[in-house]
């Protein structure tokens, strides 16, 4: 797929862009001509990704080190935006954490840093975006929710229910800020190819690829495709979506 110039001179942050989905974004980001802020929680990390896909599509990416769900670090950040770019257009909201675990094992500090990671550091990044974005006529929020939102899925009770909170967060933001010119969308990715579903063991993945009709994972770049598309003009009627890019997989 060829996203052409859809995002020519666009300003956009992306979190938790290190590798898989995140790292698939600003690929496609700044291919489709993005100014991208790409962030990542381990400092150095993303430093020769960023030269590197600057130089590949002649745009300007910057990383940025912070834990996002540390609120004052995130004000901090797009405070920098401001100060550099004057405005902020489009919001990935993609860091993100799972750990396993079943009912009886759940242990309340895995709760508390799952929401922390997953729901809270959307909502203040959200919030903090919105005041930017609202100051320069408008913009999209994309925050990465999971089918296992949607459908559900034994062992991951915390999980879902972050990425559950994620769907109910973004239809409530899309109502509220539909006035400011701000949409907000969410994508709902099912089972994709990346280092942490391979990480299941091939007994596992036979088992999930047998519920997916089109026979294969998805790849990191279809889920970046549907961000750009989102992002771009070309999604200026849809807000408040859940936009599940899943391979028709089976409930």
Known sequence: MDSGKLLNGKVCLVTGTSKGLGKATIEAFAKAGAIVYANDIESGSIDELTKQLSNDYQTKLFPLYFDVADAQKCKEAILRIKREQGRLDVLVNN???????????????????????????????????????????????????????????????????????IISLTKTAAKELAAKNIRVNAVAPGMIDTEMMRSIGEKHLAVHLSNIPLGRLGRPEEIAHACVFLASDMASYITGHILSVDGCVLV
């Open 95 to 165: 860091a993100g954490i799972m750990k396993d675990a079943l009912i009886g094992t759940v242990t309340r500090p895995l709760i508390d840093r799952t929401f922390d990671v997953n729901v809270f550091a959307t909502m203040e990044l959200l919030q903090l975006a919105a005041k930017l974005m609202m100051r320069s006529g408008g913009g999209s929020i994309i925050n990465m929710t999971s089918i296992v939102g949607i459908t559900g899925n034994s062992g991951q009770l915390v999980y879902s229910a972050t990425k559950g909170a």
